[in-house]
């Protein structure tokens, strides 16, 4: 017989025509299989048979259905695993690798509990695991009882995806050792661990390179006991791997929402922590675009990066404080690293803003701190307040273009400098300009930009090289004096915080009066503050009632009487307003007003508008989103456009008109009608003419609206029935 040789044998392969492969094989898993076969014509009945039959390059699809595992599996490289979705392939443990109660909280690690398993192996390709679910429950008593659900070490190229991962007691997935991968569009619920001594993440991470995290959702804590952290680092065998290091990752789009009561020692109410990458030395790490609901940490308390390659950029997340119990703390950012940019983020909440603790006495340098929103900055009375707190030496931070807006009755330092333990701190070449400092509580005590600590012991803060110019002060007072302006800086103060609320208004005296620092603007400088203006505040404003007890009460209509062309928006829900002809702004009835004395090129409501009558002489009633375009003056025309949702449709509808023309309402259309609105008292809608004579309008509709009851048919305008009640055209 001939023999074919390596060279022959590569010659007919790259002979094969065009578009023919080699193709990789289905192995299926259904419930109603049986394990018998290689599982691709009729389907197994286990996964682990069908892994068992299949080689790399094969994967192996299980159909819905609620599988439990007889023991781990073991996943060889090459080989994927597919499921039909994650709310209908479901993967549950066996009794036996339930976690172990006598191991915790002394020695909490099992790996092999672990349900799926990934270990050594190189990937030719991608290797993806997707569309399955990890549940951990156990059925009888609905406690969290799975020890682990996927493991991966040592293996490149894995792609894992949309999975649903909860109920696990120690941690819902463990990366270690692994580069070019991905974790993403996926959800971990009730996934960790914790003891007054040691935590654990849903996501546990290790000594990863070129590795993404995107489009998570981790719910941790919320209803299940015992709960840990959402994501952290941490070394599962340190004789191997003794130093983690995570480079080239990143941290985007996802939100993590972790229960607030930490369970750590820390001598107080501890906070919980989203994200802790701590013990860890980050080289090139990208984290963005993601909601926190607690701390995260980034504290790197073994061997700061001293290279001149950024740690980390941190950039456009939300840190939201959750809601705390009495006495508990809460800040938004603990970091312990060099070289780190933060910027264009919205820091909502908070003891501290950024925490630079004292780690070990590592000293931290080459920070860039910009263009990020501090808002309303908090902690309890007599209890300390910092927009940036550091606590050990500090070098070389530009602190340029932010806003910090707080209301706070109580002491609130802005950069405070403090040494907690016998050793003198340095802080030195520190650099901040162009912000916006501003407390809104006037009666409250007056904050410092700068204060510097001196503990019971003496030990002092040794400030070298700090340059605070050009800085918008208001309620701030400087400690030394460096020459900054006070004043108001006149933001918008209207609708969502941050955006477009801290905007500047079109006056403002922090418009192009900053120095410039290297940052894009648009003016012949840049301006002072997080935001550039752009232009935007002279077209839109947003009218805010959350400040409003129900509601309701005065409001202060002189904010919002420069809208000559503004399309004005109204974002929160109103339950009774009157817009136009009276000022009720005293508040002496219960309503509010909206008084331009110029022309808004629009009015918008963005929210319900609920009350049993509404009386606008430019009408509205609707319970979701009525919008009011036009203006309001002499013959111009107001149409009124009102959405009804029949669902929520109240009583119903007044509409109040003035004797002068500017009041007129022109054309009220409702739309969202249909003939089962007869059902919800439309024969109700009442016209009333407060100044005589004819309504001078019309009502059209939009819509296949049919009849409404006691209104008649096939008039083209309105005329003044004895009871009030009009005509309408279809």
Same mark, same amino acid.
């Given at each position: 017989m001939k023999k074919i040789t390596l060279k022959g044998f590569l010659l007919v392969i790259a002979l094969l025509p065009m578009g023919l492969t080699l193709t990789a094989t289905d192995r299926k898993v259904a419930m109603g299989g049986s394990d018998s076969g290689d599982c691709t014509t009729s389907a197994c009945r286990t996964v682990h048979y069908a892994v068992s039959k299949a080689v790399p390059g094969d994967t192996v699809r299980v159909a819905a259905g609620t599988y439990t595992f007889g023991s781990q599996l073991n996943l060889l490289a090459g080989i994927h695993l597919v499921g039909a979705d994650s709310a209908q392939t479901i993967f549950k443990f066996p009794d036996s690798m339930y976690y172990d109660p006598a191991n915790y909280p002394d020695s909490p690690y099992e790996f092999g509990k672990t349900l799926i398993w990934l270990e050594d192996g190189a990937n030719a390709t991608t290797q993806v695991l997707k569309n399955f679910q990890i549940d951990g429950v156990r059925q009888t008593d609905g406690t969290k009882q799975g020890w682990g659900g996927i493991y991966v070490n040592n293996r490149s190229k894995v792609d894992i995806h949309h999975l649903k991962i909860r109920n696990t007691y120690f941690m819902g997935i463990w990366l270690w050792r692994i580069n070019n991968s991905s974790l993403h569009d996926s959800k971990f619920e009730n996934c960790a661990w914790a003891s007054p001594g040691f935590q654990s993440g849903a996501i546990q991470v290790s000594n990863l390179t070129n590795t993404d995290f995107y489009n998570l959702t981790i719910l941790e804590g919320m209803n299940k006991n015992p709960y840990g952290y959402g994501m952290k680092a941490a070394i599962p065998h340190p004789s191997i791997t003794p130093q983690n290091e995570l480079t080239n990752v990143k941290l985007y789009n996802s939100k993590f929402t972790c229960n607030p009561q930490g369970v750590y020692n820390d001598g107080a109410v501890p906070p919980n922590i989203a994200v802790e990458w701590q013990l860890a030395i980050l080289s090139n790490c990208e984290i963005y675009g993601n909601t926190f609901n607690n701390n995260v940490s980034l504290v790197n308390n073994v061997s700061p990066n001293e290279g001149s390659i950024i740690s980390v950029w941190i950039h456009d997340n939300d840190f939201i404080q959750p809601p705390l119990t009495a006495g508990q703390s809460y800040y938004a950012l603990e970091l312990v690293q060099n070289h780190v940019e933060i910027d264009h983020n919205y820091f909502n909440g908070g003891q501290y803003g950024i925490y630079f603790s004292n780690k070990d006495g590592i000293p931290a340098k080459g920070w860039k701190i910009h263009h990020n929103i501090f808002y309303h900055l908090d902690a309890p009375v007599d209890?300390?307040?910092?927009?940036l707190r550091a606590e050990f030496s500090l070098d070389s931070v530009d602190f340029y273009n932010n806003t910090s807006s707080v209301a706070r009755n109580s002491d609130f330092h802005c950069f405070y400098f403090y040494s907690k333990d016998s050793r003198s701190i340095v802080i030195s070449n520190i650099k901040i300009k162009n912000n916006i400092f501003f407390d809104s509580d006037a009666t409250g005590p007056s904050h410092l930009l700068l204060k510097w600590g001196v503990d019971q012991e003496g030990n002092r803060v040794i400030l070298e090289s700090i340059e605070a110019m050009n800085n918008m002060l208001y309620n701030v007072t400087e400690q030394p004096t460096y020459g900054n302006v006070t004043g108001d800086p006149k933001f918008i103060a209207m609708g969502e915080v941050p955006d477009p609320y801290l905007r500047l208004q079109d006056g403002s005296p922090c418009r192009d009066t900053g120095v410039d620092e290297g940052f894009p603007y648009t003016g012949s400088a840049p301006d002072i503050g997080a935001y550039e203006w752009n232009g935007?505040?002279?077209?839109?404003?947003?009218?805010?009632?959350?400040?409003?007890?129900? *509601?309701?009460? &005065?409001?202060? %209509?002189?904010?919002?009487?420069?809208?000559? $062309?503004?399309?004005?928006?109204? +974002?929160?829900? /109103?339950?009774?307003?009157?817009?136009?002809?009276?000022?009720?702004?005293?508040?002496?009835?219960?309503?509010? *007003?909206?008084? &331009?004395?110029? %022309?808004?090129?629009?009015?918008?409501?963005? $929210?319900?508008?609920?009350?049993? +009558?509404?009386? /606008?002489?430019?009408?509205?009633?609707?319970?979701?989103?009525?919008?009011?375009?036009?203006?309001?003056?002499?013959?111009?025309?107001?149409?009124?456009?009102?959405?009804?949702?029949?669902?929520?449709f109240g009583q119903w509808i007044q509409v109040v008109k003035g004797a002068g023309i500017e009041n007129q309402i022109d054309q009220i259309i409702f739309t969202g009608l249909d003939v089962g609105m007869m059902n919800y008292g439309l024969d109700d809608i009442t016209i009333v003419n407060t100044a005589g004579g004819s309504p001078g309008g019309r009502i059209a509709t939009s819509g296949p609206v049919a009849k409404m009851a006691e209104m008649r048919e096939g008039n083209e305008s309105l005329s003044q029935p004895s009871e009030g009640r009009g005509a309408y055209s279809t």
């Open positions: 209890v300390e307040c910092h927009l935007a505040a002279a077209t839109t404003q947003v009218i805010d009632f959350s400040t409003q007890a129900s *509601g309701q009460g &005065p409001m202060n %209509n002189s904010l919002y009487t420069d809208v000559a $062309g503004v399309a004005v928006t109204f +974002s929160q829900q /109103i339950e009774h307003t009157d817009m136009g002809g009276q000022d009720h702004s005293s508040g002496s009835d219960n309503r509010m *007003g909206f008084f &331009p004395t110029v %022309n808004p090129a629009s009015v918008t409501f963005s $929210g319900p508008v609920q009350v049993p +009558s509404l009386w /606008i002489n430019t009408l509205t009633y609707g319970s979701c989103c009525p919008t009011i375009t036009g203006k309001r003056n002499g013959s111009q025309v107001w149409s009124i456009d009102i959405p009804i949702d029949i669902n929520n």
